[in-house]
């Protein structure tokens, strides 16, 4: 403790604006949600197109270096990988899929196939409500969504980390400004700031989220009362998992947990195969994702409807883009002895084709009930929101209740996942260390916790305005992402040279 430095201005600033936030939200809800919905269409209006062709370009140079010899540059200082693939994807999946993997496979399907997407102008025909339900899940969970998390970032942190500075997301400047940015510098403080409160609000959120979901689960399955005290107890489970995991380190409780957890999400995916309707998931996934590939553009570039990209697609696209540099960092601590090449084919392909398949057999398996019964999940989403679609669904499986109480549990692994990972990456970019200090990664855990409590003792919709906020910090965010469709490239090219030029040696 005593001798625990700190970057104490990004410390006092991030962590101060968090309390703020608190203290205003206990003053008037009202009013900050309503700036922050103010200020959230804002950003949706003067950035969305922007946002959309960062994406698209992020994702087609990965897939360019990925093909060219740039994808032979061995990232890091290892010769050979730290982690084996499985523990090193595991990790990669839970912590980048977080509280997506069961909030919004269950629901986003049903809301599209409900109300069909804008972009297709076919509407009234089953099949092509199913495949707007599926393909437009794909497109907010899949190939854009993945590279913005964790590609071309990752290889300039590389670059940075190879010439002796700290994984920190102001490092992604780092080949223009060189070591100026890297102290003492007010545009690398704030740098720093927005990325931390982007992944706070990221993770805040499906904290308090996954309270509310625990206590609608609980109450439908054992009777127990859906209060406040209820919400409490499971964000403070929570948070000790993450709590524990984030204190003993990356090679012991956040592997273990990730393979854990995908472990258990396989077992339930097989499951729901065998005692669900295993023939139409499987021909709804290789439609949808057929309907995908072939309109990937006209629907990643759609401009049409403000009012609905707003509400979706932009709202993910600031989601993604605001965690960008925090899981950048996390990829790069884990990924030491990776190639590029393996590095974005499986962050920018593996990792999406897996989660959208987890969101077929999930958000699927609700459309296939819906069909056979009109309103099965529909009513109690549209009553109880996201936390009522999972258990509609799972309730009309065989053994529904033990379904319904393994998606409880598999949701708080992947949110604690998520959690013990942000600790461990912000408390990386706060004290320079790849190892950072026990006591700083149990304190950023507990911060969460007690924020998303705080939060959720104010009401629902301080929850709602935090995660909301996430869009907004996308905005600076995503201007200092940009410069990383040229860097990453030249970067990688500088990697190379070194490379080749110790091989020959």
Not at 145 to 162: E, H, R
Request: glycine content about 10%; proline content about 4%.
């Amino acid at each position: 403790m005593r001798n625990l430095k700190l970057d104490w201005p990004v410390f006092a600033i991030s962590g101060g604006f968090l309390l703020v936030f608190v203290i205003a939200s206990l003053a008037n809800a009202d009013f900050v949600g309503n700036l922050i919905n103010t200020a959230f269409a804002w950003s949706s209006l003067n950035f969305g197109a922007f946002w959309q062709v960062l994406m698209i370009l992020t994702f087609l140079i990965a897939v360019f270096m990925s093909l060219t010899e740039l994808g032979k540059v061995r990232l890091g200082d290892s010769s050979k990988p730290t982690f084996s693939f499985f523990k090193w994807f595991s990790m990669i999946m839970i912590t980048l899929l977080a509280g997506g993997g069961v909030f919004w496979a269950a629901a986003e399907p049903m809301y599209h196939y409900l109300d069909t997407p804008p972009m297709y102008s076919e509407t009234g025909s089953t099949a092509t409500a199913i495949q707007a339900g599926l393909s437009t899940g794909f497109l907010h969970w899949g190939f854009l969504a993945w590279s913005i998390l964790g590609t071309l970032g990752v290889v300039v942190l590389m670059y940075a980390k190879k010439k002796g500075q700290p994984l920190k997301p102001r490092a992604l400047l780092y080949p223009i400004f060189g070591e100026k940015i890297m102290h003492k510098s007010v545009l690398g403080t704030l740098i720093d700031v927005f990325s931390i409160l982007a992944a706070c609000a990221g993770t805040i959120g499906p904290i308090g989220f996954l309270g509310l979901q625990a206590g609608y689960g609980l109450n439908m399955l054992f009777g127990f009362p859906d209060t406040f005290a209820i919400h409490f107890a499971m964000i403070f489970f929570l948070v000790g998992i993450a709590a524990v995991s984030a204190a003993t380190g990356i090679h012991k409780g956040i592997q273990w947990l990730s393979r854990f957890n995908v472990m258990i999400t396989v077992i339930l995916a097989i499951a729901i195969l065998i005692l669900g309707p295993a023939r139409f998931i499987i021909d709804s996934f290789v439609s949808s994702y057929g309907s995908y590939v072939q309109n990937f553009l006209p629907m990643s570039l759609y401009r049409g409807d403000e009012g609905w990209l707003s509400g979706w697609t932009l709202f993910f696209w600031g989601w993604f883009i605001g965690y960008g540099p925090i899981m950048a960092i996390f990829i790069s601590r884990i990924s030491d002895g990776r190639t590029i090449r393996e590095l974005f084919l499986t962050v920018a392909f593996l990792a999406p084709v897996v989660t959208n398949f987890w969101f077929t057999v999930v958000g699927g398996t609700g459309i296939f009930y819906e069909i056979n019964e009109p309103g099965s999940v529909s009513n109690p989403l549209n009553e109880g929101g996201l936390p009522a679609s999972i258990f509609a669904i799972v309730n009309q499986l065989p053994l529904g209740a033990m379904f319904a109480f393994l998606f409880i549990f598999v949701t708080c692994i992947f949110v604690a996942t998520t959690a013990d990972s942000i600790s461990y990456s912000i408390s990386i970019i706060l004290t320079g260390k790849e190892t950072p200090d026990r006591f700083i990664r149990i304190f950023w855990a507990i911060i969460f916790g007690a924020v998303a409590v705080a939060l959720l003792y104010i009401g629902e919709g301080s929850i709602d305005s935090l995660q909301s906020f996430i869009v907004l910090t996308a905005v600076p965010v995503s201007l200092f992402m940009l410069p990383t469709l040229w860097l990453a490239p030249i970067t990688a090219k500088r990697l190379l040279n070194m490379q080749q030029k110790k091989e020959a040696k």
